[in-house]
């Protein structure tokens, strides 16, 4: 280790380069990126290169140009792509001009030359990140917004327009003859149905086997509707407003901890931070279940002193509020027109509920798992078993370096296993020569048997015989392609 300095260790400035690559990615749609890789793959073939993935340096730059050309030209640039672009929709032309704009960028950075072999895959595989052509679809949650709203807007345009269903587009039955009951009755339907709480008061006609097949096709689109939205919830930024709670607890209980003069979370004993754990979870749950079910009290109440046949008490609106939140929905209680534009949105906060608490408590036992295996490795001090542990081969000179430590602490951590190490050794012996490392002379000297290797097909073996030279042009050129030496050639 060269330096005790913290982020400048070879292992932390290699693994902050790939981060900063991995999150400094071009967002190319699929269409364009498939267009490009097809481009270099023509280019690769009418060159004739050996290598189908691979162009020269030299034919990036030409393509570069002329894909700039079109856009500063503005050939092919339609009144349609302006509005395109407006909506943020991406254009093919400038978007493969900054992927191949990256290209150079990379190019020039590692001093390539123009006759060197670029491997394009790699490069649109590692530079680039895959995103939808659609600007709504390119995130998670606004793309299950979308979604969602398409099957809110459908269920009344479905069960009230087209098949007028009674049961779950219904008249208003009192005198005032609402013309907005039938649909958001059906849409308070598609809360209940994609929430799984199902009350039961609301439900598809049965007189027709097509439409109980329907009804059968309804609950799967909800169900992959719900599905969607809890999962871009759990994967977008939204999902750190969830930690909030949780975070607030933790908080709380160390510095009650310090104002009773216990021992920080530092020098706490590992019984101590996993029952410190399982009251931060359990306590973050209960507390957004007590306030989303204190939402809902609320709410009917609202409700409850408009209309008086909703004659609930207090204890009945929090019966409500329980069933509801945790999607049970027994629908043995009387809920009156008006709470039903509540509803709407509340059954969906339920399901969202439900899947938040389920989600925790799933990830409970690794956490814990998790928290055990760290909290040996931090305590770990040196000691003869962990620098014979750490090293790496048959035999051990009594020193552990930063790679082998960063790989032996992966490993107790749990973070890696020895089947991936071993996939990964599989690739790097595959690429190793004979020196036992990846080198750049070999990368040279692979290019320079290649082009060994062009220059004798290209005779296409014109004016030799059959009988001598034309065995011997051929066998030279293969021995050339698997690296034997002059010797090997003259003895073939």
């Known amino acids: 280790l060269s330096t005790k300095a913290k982020g400048e260790s070879e292992v932390e400035m290699l693994a902050q380069d790939m981060e900063n690559r991995r999150n400094g990615r ?21 060159k004739g290169y050996s290598q189908k993935t691979a162009v020269q340096v030299s034919d990036v730059y030409d393509f570069r140009d ?13 009144f349609t792509d302006r509005i395109a672009q407006c909506l943020y929709f991406a254009n093919t032309e400038k978007t493969a001009l900054e992927v191949l704009d990256r290209a150079i960028e990379t190019i020039e950075d590692l001093d390539m030359k123009k006759d060197d072999m670029w491997f394009f895959t790699d490069f649109i595989f590692y530079h680039t990140e895959t995103v939808a052509f659609i600007p709504i679809f390119r995130h998670p949650l606004l793309a299950a917004l979308f979604w969602a709203f398409f099957f809110y807007i459908g269920t009344p345009i479905l069960f009230c327009s087209i098949y007028q269903d009674e049961g779950i587009c219904p008249n208003d039955p009192t005198p005032q003859n609402r013309r907005y009951y039938g649909v958001v009755s059906s849409m308070y339907f598609a809360s209940t149905t994609m929430s799984t709480v199902g009350y039961g008061d609301l439900s598809v006609s049965k007189d027709a086997r097509w439409k109980v097949f329907l009804g059968i096709l309804y609950m799967i689109v909800a169900m992959l509707v719900a599905v969607m939205a809890l999962g871009a919830i759990s994967d977008t930024s939204i999902s750190k407003f969830k930690g909030v709670c949780e975070g607030f607890l933790h908080r709380l209980a160390l510095t009650m901890r310090d104002k009773m003069g216990m021992a920080s979370y530092r020098d706490m004993l590992l019984y101590q931070r996993i029952r410190l754990l399982k009251y931060v979870k359990l306590g973050d749950i209960l507390l957004q279940f007590l306030c989303l079910n204190c939402v809902g009290v609320f709410f009917s109440r609202i ?6 046949l ?13 069933q509801t939140t945790t999607t049970i929905g027994y629908g043995d209680m009387y809920m009156s027109f008006e709470m039903r534009w509540f509803q709407i949105f509340y059954l969906v906060g339920g399901t969202m509920f ?30 003869r078993a ?4 750490m090293q790496g081969g048959a035999e051990h000179d009594g020193r552990v370096d930063q790679y082998e430590f960063v790989l032996a602490s992966l490993l107790m951590m749990n973070k890696i296993d020895a089947s991936e190490v071993t996939s990964i050794m599989d690739k790097y012996r595959d690429l190793v020569s004979d020196s036992g490392f990846i080198e750049l002379d070999d990368v040279v000297e692979t290019k320079l048997a290649q082009d060994t290797l062009d220059e004798e097909e290209a005779f296409e073996f014109e004016g030799l015989d059959a009988e001598g030279h034309y065995k011997g042009m051929f066998m030279r050129a293969m021995s050339m392609a698997k690296g034997k030496s002059d010797t090997a050639l003259y003895e073939l």
């Open 26 to 46: 071009v967002k190319v749609p699929y269409t364009i990126r498939t267009r490009l890789l097809h481009s270099f793959k023509k280019i690769s073939n009418e």
């Open 66 to 78: 002329i894909v700039k050309g079109k856009v500063e030209s503005g050939e092919n640039y339609k």
């Open 303 to 308: 409700f409850v002193n408009r209309d008086p």
């Open 310 to 322: 909703m004659d609930w008490t207090w204890m009945d609106s929090f019966y409500w509020a329980i």
């Open 354 to 383: 439900v899947g938040y608490a389920l989600g925790k408590l799933g990830s409970l036992r690794d956490e814990l798992s998790q928290m055990k295996r760290e909290y040996a490795w931090e305590r770990r001090e040196t000691d």
């Open 386 to 389: 962990m620098v014979e542990q």
